[in-house]
């Protein structure tokens, strides 16, 4: 019964195309989170959800856009891949008050790899 | 949020405690001490945190200085899948604040 859960886990696509990355969390959590990770291992922040709520906003390219239908789910739509978009993905979640909101439990990541 | 600074690796027998040290001198009073690991491949893991006290769980403890200029995250007997990358991370404890991964501590845990 997984906490945060990610589709798809790898992601092979050509340069241009749409793709998005879903994720849904079962814990009953607040607020949710993407962090990208590149090849050089770097983890950051993109985007954070507090009860469907655009919270954190990193500066991202336009082409990226979170969508929240619910507090349970937040989904990466990105428009136009270009070959740097390639990287690893990861979904967070944390509960929404004080400092357990640094207690994020991360899925498993997605990988895209961008042609 | 403050910045923190980490040895880039070290290693640790199995079976022995690792102590893993992070400094953060510009900490601010209302910030945070969070820890994470990453095993290879696998999404980064939440540890411990604390503000100014010593912490203890199941995982590790954390032992903060003092004037909250440093501390240090302590796997009491580390195992060989306790092999990662250790982020230490300063923060305000509100979801108004992104929690920013460093480089952080390779660590490697031998035979």
């Known amino acids: 019964d997984t906490a945060v859960s990610q589709t798809p886990k790898y992601l092979v696509t050509q340069m241009g195309n749409d793709k998005s990355i879903k994720c849904e969390q079962n814990?009953?959590?607040?607020?949710m989170y993407w962090y990208k990770q590149d090849s050089k291992k770097f983890l950051k922040i993109m985007f954070s959800y507090n009860n469907k709520e655009l919270i954190i906003n990193e500066t991202v390219p336009n082409r990226f856009s979170p969508k929240s239908p619910d507090k349970a789910h937040l989904n990466l739509h990105i428009n136009s891949l270009e070959l740097g978009d390639s990287a690893v993905y990861f979904c967070?979640?944390?509960?929404?008050?004080?400092?357990?909101?640094?207690?994020?439990?991360f899925g498993e990541g997605s990988r895209l790899t961008v042609l | 949020d403050a910045k923190t600074t980490q040895p880039t690796s070290m290693d640790c027998a199995e079976g022995r405690a690792a102590n893993l040290p992070c400094n953060h001198s510009?900490?601010?009073?209302?910030?945070?001490v969070y820890w994470y690991r990453q095993i290879h491949s696998q999404g980064p893991q939440y540890i411990i945190h604390?503000?100014?006290n010593n912490e203890t769980n199941e995982m590790a403890s954390l032992i903060i200085t003092e004037d909250r200029k440093s501390s240090t995250l302590i796997l009491p007997h580390a195992t060989l899948r306790d092999t990662a990358v250790y982020y230490c991370i300063v923060r305000v404890g509100n979801s108004g604040y992104a929690l920013n991964f460093g480089k952080g501590t390779s660590l490697l845990v031998t035979p």
């Open positions: 967070a979640s944390s509960q929404g008050v004080g400092e357990r909101t640094g207690e994020l439990f």
């Open positions: 604390g503000l100014k």
């Open positions: 510009t900490i601010s009073g209302n910030e945070y």
């Open positions: 814990l009953g959590h607040d607020t």
